[in-house]
């Protein structure tokens, strides 16, 4: 048995290949038209995952036997059943990553699907700040954040068009033989909704540069 593998950002790309591959399938009038998306999708899933072994290579590969809608639905229904789920939070790990934030209200964790979750994210409309959880190098970090909403755009972290906020956070280490007054923020536009933002994620580069930035490290 195939063990849990797949991230879910990892998953999103797999998700919208696959209907790229449908989309040629069900629109192309000539059938090599599809088969050329067939060999190119196949080709961006392989290289989404280049250390994958001999079984996972041929689960992944399974999408160029895809013919038509039913083939592309139990090949995602295989790929979720090997989703590596995002590693399950207690309220005390989430109060220790803020412990400057004293009335810290944490979300419903019971509420969370962690396999479809890349980072955990979420507002307190009451002090108008936003906290992202994220595993950074297999240590759980989290930064926050004031956030004021911006209807809609496109985000910073998954580069999609959806309801929007300004995320400005205080950058926390400060350079070398900085004054005591010294003061950097970041600021980047990102989904409101950060269940959204998990649906919509196929790479986490800009999320860990983020990340990067505000913690200095």
């Known amino acids: 048995m195939v063990q849990p593998f797949i991230r879910n950002h990892q998953y999103n790309y797999i998700q919208r290949q696959s209907q790229l591959l449908l989309h040629a399938m069900q629109t192309a009038s000539d059938p090599r038209v599809a088969d050329s998306v067939r060999t190119g999708v196949w080709s961006a899933i392989m290289e989404l995952f280049p250390d994958a072994d001999p079984e996972q290579k041929l689960m992944l590969g399974a999408v160029s036997d ?86 809609k755009g496109v985000c910073f972290l998954c580069n999609r068009h959806e309801e929007i906020a300004l995320f400005s956070a205080i950058v926390r280490k400060k350079p070398a033989g900085a004054s005591p007054d010294y003061y950097k923020a970041i600021g980047q536009y990102i989904c409101l909704d950060s269940k959204a933002c998990n649906r919509n994620l196929t790479q986490v580069a800009a999320l860990e540069t983020l990340i990067r930035q505000i913690l200095g490290v």
């Open 66 to 151: 895809c013919r038509g809608e039913e083939d592309i639905r139990r090949y995602l229904h295989t790929m979720e059943d090997v989703l590596e789920p995002y590693p399950q939070l207690t309220v005390k790990q989430i109060h220790d990553l803020f412990p400057k934030s004293k009335k810290l209200k944490v979300p419903d964790l019971d509420a969370v699907d962690w396999q479809r979750t890349t980072y955990l994210g979420w507002t307190d409309p009451a002090s108008g700040r936003m906290f992202l959880v994220y595993p950074l190098n297999g240590q759980l970090a989290g930064i926050e954040g004031k956030y004021t909403p911006a209807n």
